[in-house]
């Protein structure tokens, strides 16, 4: 059973950053992509970032510029590293793995913007 586990959620103040990790319990060179995605209260669940096996990316227009997707193979690891956060960016954000024929979701981290 492949498992996602996110970590480093937390309260920021507008202006600050934070990183998010997603650590699989498989090796993530063997999914197709991976990502994060967040849901904001009464909002339905949108697309932050997505990364590719061989590495390309893909951002929402409202994190361009700011948030970044990386991956690290060896520690089966993938990252969001969030600049210049908004209150606008405050949801539970989720860590994605597109699987031939599956998708896979982690339990989520909740990610606070405010002052």
């Known amino acids: 059973q492949v498992q996602l586990v996110e970590s480093g959620g937390g309260l920021v103040q507008p202006g600050g950053s934070l990183r998010l990790s997603c650590a699989a319990s498989n090796r993530i060179l063997s999914f197709n992509s991976m990502g994060w995605y967040r849901q904001a209260p009464g909002k339905q669940r949108e697309l932050v970032a997505v990364?590719?096996?061989?590495?390309?990316?893909t951002y929402a227009d409202s994190v361009k510029g700011r948030f970044t997707i990386s991956r690290d193979n060896a520690k089966n690891t993938v990252y969001l590293q969030m600049n210049s956060l908004k209150p606008e960016d405050t949801a539970v954000y989720y860590c994605?793995?597109?699987?031939?024929?599956?998708?896979?979701w982690g339990q989520g981290a909740q990610v606070t913007v405010s002052s």
């Open positions: 990364i590719t096996s061989g590495s390309f990316t």
């Open positions: 994605n793995a597109a699987l031939t024929g599956r998708v896979l």
